[in-house]
């Protein structure tokens, strides 16, 4: 089914010149695109006030050169992240089904955070100081994409283990398509500030997460809590899914690295095939050696290297 697409060009957040598919329509250029599933679409919330108002104003352009960073990044990433999850698990959009990918930039005031709200992505601005725009980072745009698939497949609650696990397998996620490090924001946050992150895979005590069950936090179940500490505890899990995929030792356990493409297969068939609302640390144990042995069989390295990584964070 070829699909006539039009290209357009722009300049991201960080000034990084990139191409994406536009629609031509009475004269202007649109940040839409059809020919992936039900379409990629990029909107400008600038003047909106109550979500009732979202997604916003189609982003356009009177050429198919656009101008608003925020808005070709949401745009661009969020055609690379389709990519991913299309070509390399087999899945047409958040929905398995080919639902449209809807975006919208610049909302709030000085917003210093970016989330799926069920039906969109949502991304603000920053202050300047913590965050540039958040759509500016690839790994962000990976990151609230999958809340998406995940609200769609396990639908892990989003409080407590579970939510610890909603969060982590958005970091997983995010950073295999950020394929180049295992930080998690690190181009958008504290832009006067190089070489920092907002999350690390490979050291979460390095942004105050814990790294073993043993260190989890209890906090109350409550927006102030952080849902009982789901970007928080997030870490342990973090660090069990980075050991999995390039090995080392942690509190005294080796575990042998299998690769970063074998562990996104693993947590992609855990996360639609075996985890659940509910599902606890332990449940992610025992979802990842059942997706482990699916794939590579119960004898494989890869099973070992699962049950060493989350024994190395202290989960059995
Ligand atoms: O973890 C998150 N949301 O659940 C973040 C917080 C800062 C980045 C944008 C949104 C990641
Ligand atoms: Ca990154
Ligand atoms: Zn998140």
């Given at each position: 089914?070829?699909?006539?697409?039009?290209?357009?060009?722009?300049?991201?957040?960080?000034?990084?010149?990139?191409?994406f598919e536009v629609d031509h329509?009475?004269?202007?250029?649109?940040?839409?695109?059809?020919?992936?599933?039900?379409?990629?679409?990029?909107?400008?919330?600038?003047h909106v006030i109550y979500e009732?108002?979202?997604?916003?104003?189609?982003?356009?352009?009177?050429?198919?050169?656009?101008?608003?960073?925020?808005?070709?990044?949401?745009?661009?990433?969020?055609?690379?992240?389709?990519?991913?999850?299309?070509?390399?698990?087999?899945?047409?959009?958040?929905?398995?089904?080919?639902?449209?990918?809807?975006?919208?930039?610049?909302?709030?005031?000085?917003?210093?955070?970016?989330?799926?709200?069920?039906?969109?992505?949502?991304?603000?601005?920053?202050?300047?100081?913590?965050?540039?725009?958040?759509?500016?980072?690839?790994?962000?745009?990976?990151?609230?994409?999958?809340?998406?698939?995940?609200?769609?497949?396990?639908?892990?609650?989003?409080?407590?283990?579970?939510?610890?696990?909603?969060?982590?397998?958005?970091?997983?996620?995010?950073?295999?398509?950020?394929?180049?490090?295992?930080?998690?924001?690190?181009?958008?946050?504290?832009?006067?500030?190089?070489?920092?992150?907002?999350?690390?895979?490979?050291?979460?005590?390095?942004?105050?997460?814990?790294?073993?069950?043993?260190?989890?936090?209890?906090?109350?179940?409550?927006?102030?809590?952080?849902?009982?500490?789901?970007?928080?505890?997030?870490g342990i899990n973090n660090k069990?899914?980075?050991?999995?995929?390039?090995?080392?030792?942690?509190?005294?356990?080796?575990?042998?690295?299998?690769?970063?493409?074998?562990?996104?297969?693993?947590?992609?068939?855990?996360?639609?095939?075996?985890?659940?609302?509910?599902?606890?640390?332990?449940?992610?144990?025992?979802?990842?050696?059942?997706?482990?042995?699916?794939?590579?069989?119960?004898?494989?390295?890869?099973?070992?290297?699962?049950?060493?990584?989350?024994?190395?964070?202290?989960?059995?």
């Amino acid at each position: 089914n070829t699909v006539h697409q039009l290209t357009g060009s722009g300049r991201g957040v960080l000034g990084d010149r990139k191409t994406f598919e536009v629609d031509h329509k009475y004269g202007k250029y649109y940040l839409k695109g059809t020919s992936r599933g039900g379409g990629i679409k990029t909107y400008n919330a600038y003047h909106v006030i109550y979500e009732s108002q979202l997604p916003g104003t189609m982003v356009s352009s009177k050429t198919n050169y656009f101008l608003d960073g925020a808005a070709v990044d949401a745009h661009a990433y969020a055609e690379k992240v389709y990519d991913y999850f299309k070509n390399v698990h087999g899945r047409n959009s958040y929905d398995g089904n080919g639902a449209p990918v809807i975006s919208s930039v610049h909302v709030g005031r000085n917003w210093n955070n970016a989330a799926w709200i069920g039906t969109q992505m949502v991304y603000g601005d920053g202050d300047g100081i913590v965050f540039r725009p958040l759509s500016g980072a690839l790994d962000v745009v990976g990151h609230e994409l999958t809340h998406a698939i995940t609200e769609k497949t396990a639908n892990l609650e989003y409080h407590n283990e579970s939510g610890a696990l909603n969060e982590s397998i958005s970091d997983i996620f995010g950073a295999m398509v950020d394929s180049g490090d295992w930080l998690l924001g690190e181009d958008v946050y504290t832009p006067k500030q190089s070489g920092d992150a907002f999350r690390s895979m490979s050291n979460p005590t390095q942004y105050d997460q814990p790294d073993h069950y043993s260190r989890y936090v209890r906090l109350p179940d409550t927006p102030d809590g952080d849902y009982g500490g789901v970007h928080i505890n997030s870490g342990i899990n973090n660090k069990a899914a980075y050991l999995l995929a390039e090995g080392g030792t942690h509190y005294g356990v080796n575990v042998t690295g299998i690769g970063r493409a074998k562990t996104a297969k693993i947590y992609y068939r855990a996360l639609t095939l075996y985890l659940t609302s509910r599902s606890t640390f332990a449940d992610m144990r025992q979802a990842a050696i059942k997706a482990a042995t699916d794939l590579y069989g119960s004898a494989s390295q890869e099973v070992q290297s699962v049950k060493n990584a989350y024994s190395a964070v202290g989960v059995y």
